[in-house]
Nanobody
Framework: QVQLAESGGGLVQAGASLRLSCVVS????????MGWFRQAPGKEREFVAA????????YYADSVKGRFTISRDNAKNTVYLQMNSLKPEDTAAYYC????????????????WGQGTQVTVSS
């Protein structure tokens, strides 16, 4: 089994920064890619960002492009989401996920999901 554990969420004011982390543990394998998604109350889950495990090339939703940066540390089995210039509309539960085989990449095809970490941005 594969476990994902997110951390780094919190309550911040608009314009602040946060860095989310997601550690992958469990069954030994190298994911093809990792992604971050978010879900606000009453809304559907949406894609935020994704990165390939080898090349490190990131993909972003238009709503976060230029403000968020996804990165990974292969040695630590960890993916990060650096979030700058946060806005109230970024308020959501943020989830990381594993894409094992690039199926549907970058926005679909994720097989394992974490429990989420809450990000709340006040105006």
């Amino acid at each position: 089994q594969v476990q994902l554990a997110e951390s780094g969420g919190g309550l911040v004011q608009a314009g602040a920064s946060l860095r989310l982390s997601c550690v992958v543990s469990g069954r030994t394998f190298s994911p093809s890619a990792m992604g971050w998604f978010r879900q606000a109350p009453g809304k559907e889950r949406e894609f935020v960002a994704a990165v390939t495990w080898r090349g490190g090339i990131g993909y972003y939703a238009d709503s976060v492009k230029g403000r968020f940066t996804i990165s990974r540390d292969n040695a630590k089995n960890t993916v990060y989401l650096q979030m700058n210039s946060l806005k109230p509309e970024d308020t959501a539960a943020y989830y990381c996920a594993v894409n094992r085989d690039m199926r549907g990449y970058p926005q679909q095809g994720y097989d394992y999901w974490g429990q989420g970490t809450q990000v709340t941005v006040s105006s």
